[in-house]
């Protein structure tokens, strides 16, 4: 069942969200802030998360706050992967929790933290355990990303792949599984951690490996698991016959479900990152799934 919901992904990265357009993100505080209201109306009780930042960045959290976005809000999210993209150690993840306690009084959730393995499996194994130690109650949510590598036919939700070199390639790496389904070295020491250790798995229109993703999320003991809900997908033909399959297939766990992606016909630009051309419309997007699937 649906226990959380996080409005967008990644908003503070510019290859997540318009920053051209919106570059002091005032559109963005103002579709949160109307978004909150919406699913607060609709189901109270559900929580209401800020789509996890990266970078980490407090002075994002208090821009935000003065433009009344987290008025409505349950949480706030971070995402952080030390190991592959951020430029800090991963010592360091208790300070960074610290910094953003100074800019909100919100609880604080990490919904995305992950290391690849594109250069070794030890990487990932170390990366890990190192993660549960440091940030297991310490935080509300946690939540590994992910538990498979993305298929090396897709591509990465970025814009700069010729200029990332081998960071856009660490993207296809980030599973416990391997795109075969075949176990990683880390694969081995998740079920330490959990249920208090939950798993990010974004599951593509029509993806093949849902059944595969329960059963292992199953044998895992996972209890919590963050997905999306793409506002962009909803808008494919017979969109509603896939969302309902996942999401029945997905019942057992405590879902937290991501709302993001503008269809290109919705948005400023024809981009999935772009500012919606009504904000409005947005919220109405994540009221409809609160009426279908919470």
Not at 11 to 40: C, Y
Request: a negative charge; one cysteine or more; hydrophobic letters at 40%.
């Amino acid at each position: 069942m649906i226990e959380a919901v996080k409005f967008w992904n990644e908003p503070n990265n510019k290859s997540h969200w318009a920053f051209e357009i919106d570059p002091e993100w005032r559109t963005f505080g103002e579709m949160v802030k109307l978004a909150a209201q919406a699913v607060k109306a609709e189901k109270p009780h559900i929580l209401r998360v800020l789509g996890g930042i990266s970078p980490i960045d407090p002075t994002f959290i208090k821009r935000l706050e003065g433009y009344g976005a987290l008025q409505d809000l349950n949480a706030i999210a971070v995402h952080g992967f030390p190991l592959d993209w951020n430029l800090w150690s991963i010592h360091e993840w208790p300070d960074k929790i610290e910094e953003i306690k100074t800019a909100t009084n919100l609880p604080i959730w990490v919904t995305e933290v992950g290391a690849s393995s594109f250069g070794a499996e030890e990487v990932q194994e170390f990366g890990l355990q190192k993660t549960a130690e440091l940030l297991m109650g310490r935080v509300e949510r946690l939540f590994w990303y992910s538990l498979y590598d993305l298929p090396r036919t897709w591509e990465a939700t970025t814009r700069h792949r010729e200029a990332e070199g081998s960071s856009y390639y660490r993207h296809f790496h980030m599973g416990l599984l391997r795109e075969d389904g075949s176990p990683k070295l880390a694969c081995k020491h998740f079920s330490d951690f959990t249920p208090e250790f939950g798993i990010c798995q974004w599951f593509h229109y029509e993806d093949h490996r849902l059944d595969d993703a329960v059963n292992w999320l199953r044998k895992l003991g996972v209890k919590k698991l963050r997905t999306g809900l793409s506002w962009a997908d909803w808008l494919r033909p017979d969109a509603d016959k896939w969302f309902d399959h996942v999401m029945k297939k997905l019942d057992e766990f405590d879902v937290t479900a991501t709302f993001c992606f503008t269809p290109e016909s919705k948005g400023v630009q024809p981009h999935h990152t772009s500012p919606p051309q009504h904000i409005e419309e947005f919220a109405d997007f994540c009221v409809e799934m609160m009426r279908r699937y919470a």
